[in-house]
């Protein structure tokens, strides 16, 4: 499926492009945006290796990922970075993540980022099962996720190499059923 372009009230999510590398490089570059995520802040270069791998991604034909940027709707404005990557272990699953510039934290931009792509799975995609990881010490993570209708199913223990360390997961889900009742 491509291009992407899916709306709620306030938010987008799109393709990325070439244009996008500073926007996402305020979120990957960044130390507090990358606190909880599985790696530690990117370089220019990284990001723009990111960018284009997204870019060169949603042309791929069977598509494996959808890799979109999160635009606040009245600004034009990219605020986040989405993913959605479809899950060869499992039949018509997917593992989901997001993030967002620090500045737009609290204002209720990652609960409408994580329900964008629950409807992609959903209804674009007719998958069967979602899921999502956090850290541990990540609470507004783990509150998004719970608000955005999806359930908590337990702990990966040691699932994540990041600073030096081995990191756990809590690990969300959300079933097509359990979607479609909302």
Same mark, same amino acid.
């Given at each position: 499926?491509?291009?992407?372009?899916?709306?709620?009230?306030?938010?987008?999510?799109?393709?990325? =492009?070439?244009?996008?590398?500073?926007? !996402?490089? /305020?979120?990957?570059?960044?130390?507090?945006?990358?606190?909880?995520?599985?790696?530690?802040?990117?370089?220019?270069?990284?990001?723009?290796?990111?960018?284009?791998?997204?870019?060169?991604?949603?042309?791929? =034909?069977?598509?494996?990922?959808?890799?979109?940027?999160?635009?606040?709707?009245?600004?034009?404005?990219?605020?986040?970075? /989405?993913?959605?990557?479809?899950?060869?272990?499992?039949?018509?699953?997917?593992?989901?993540?997001?993030?967002?510039?620090?500045?737009?934290?609290?204002?209720?931009?990652?609960?409408? =980022?994580?329900?964008? %792509?629950?409807? %992609?799975?959903? =209804?674009?995609?007719?998958?069967?099962?979602?899921?999502?990881?956090?850290?541990?010490?990540?609470?507004?993570?783990?509150?998004?996720?719970?608000?955005?209708?999806?359930?908590?199913?337990?702990?990966?223990?040691?699932? !994540?190499?990041?600073?030096?360390?081995?990191?756990?997961?809590? !690990?969300?889900?959300?079933?097509?059923?359990?979607?479609?009742?909302?």
């Amino acid at each position: 499926m491509f291009p992407v372009l899916r709306d709620d009230a306030r938010l987008s999510l799109r393709e990325f =492009t070439g244009d996008d590398v500073n926007a !996402v490089l /305020a979120i990957y570059g960044s130390p507090k945006a990358t606190e909880h995520l599985s790696f530690t802040p990117r370089s220019r270069d990284e990001v723009g290796g990111i960018v284009a791998r997204s870019v060169a991604s949603a042309s791929a =034909t069977p598509r494996q990922e959808y890799a979109l940027a999160v635009v606040r709707r009245d600004a034009a404005e990219l605020i986040g970075f /989405a993913r959605l990557a479809l899950d060869p272990h499992q039949q018509r699953a997917a593992t989901i993540g997001f993030a967002l510039r620090p500045d737009t934290w609290g204002l209720g931009y990652g609960r409408e =980022t994580v329900r964008l %792509l629950l409807a %992609l799975a959903f =209804t674009d995609l007719d998958l069967h099962r979602v899921w999502a990881a956090r850290a541990p010490l990540n609470i507004a993570s783990e509150k998004t996720l719970l608000a955005a209708g999806m359930t908590e199913e337990g702990r990966i223990r040691g699932h !994540v190499h990041v600073r030096g360390a081995w990191r756990d997961s809590i !690990v969300y889900g959300v079933l097509r059923e359990e979607w479609d009742g909302r």
